[in-house]
T-cell receptor, first 114, second 111 residues
């Protein structure tokens, strides 16, 4: 069974631009969660989607948004990029919402904002 | 404000010895705690968890202890092996809601 895939793996943007990251979950998984990892803050939960609906949301500004498609694939968008948005963005998929023990993480997208 | 804290960014341990990774939290509503391990260039993988109704959970070489009164949990690895070298994150949640992670502790097991 293929794992969670994220594209692109690396990305360089400049301040003010917007970016879209993509996540393909494991086949059959309906829940997709997004996380931001930075050296100072560690891993922070962004949001969780299940059946195309956002079910949980972390404490991030509205510039961070996401969506999920009918095939469970998910995208995350960050608008008006700031230097502090430079981070590793991880997505994770699981069969059910809130199944954090059995969520599988992708390798992440490393975003650098200049 | 960081609700889950791992105050030791790094830890070095000799192979065969015990590794103890610590985690503190501030929210008394957390009822489930998890530990994840992360190797470079890979996503985190689930390691072990504990419910707030327990004070200990063991899985092979890994044991997690929970002290609710102190809002503290720890992960013990005995014996430590070089393959355990990774970054360890503790996380906490309430119900089926958001996970709050600590900042991670980098464990190095010296052969």
């Amino acid at each position: 069974k293929a794992g969670v895939t994220q594209t692109p793996r690396y990305l360089i943007k400049t301040r003010g631009q917007q970016v879209t990251l993509s996540c393909s979950p494991i086949s059959g998984h309906r829940s997709v969660s997004w996380y931001q990892q930075t050296p100072g803050q560690g891993l922070q939960f962004l949001f969780e989607y299940f059946s195309e609906t956002q079910r949980n949301k972390g404490n991030f500004p509205g510039r961070f948004s996401g969506r999920q498609f009918s095939n469970s694939r998910s995208e995350m968008n960050v608008s008006t990029l700031e230097l502090g948005d430079s981070a590793l963005y991880l997505c994770a998929s699981s069969l059910e919402i809130g199944s954090y023990e059995t969520q599988y993480f992708g390798p992440g997208t490393r975003l650098l904002v200049l | 404000d960081q609700q889950v804290k791992q105050n030791s960014p790094s830890l070095s341990v000799q192979e065969g010895r015990i590794s103890i990774l610590n985690c503190d939290y501030t929210n008394s509503m957390f009822d489930y705690f998890l530990w994840y391990k992360k190797y470079p260039a890979e996503g985190p993988t689930f390691l072990i968890s504990i419910s707030s109704i327990k004070d200990k959970n063991e899985d092979g070489r890994f044991t997690v202890f929970l002290n609710k009164s102190a809002k503290h949990l720890s992960l013990h690895i005995v014996p430590s092996q070089p393959g355990d070298s990774a970054v360890y994150f503790c996380a906490a949640q309430t119900g089926a809601n958001n996970l709050f992670f600590g900042t991670g502790t980098r464990l190095t097991v010296i052969p």
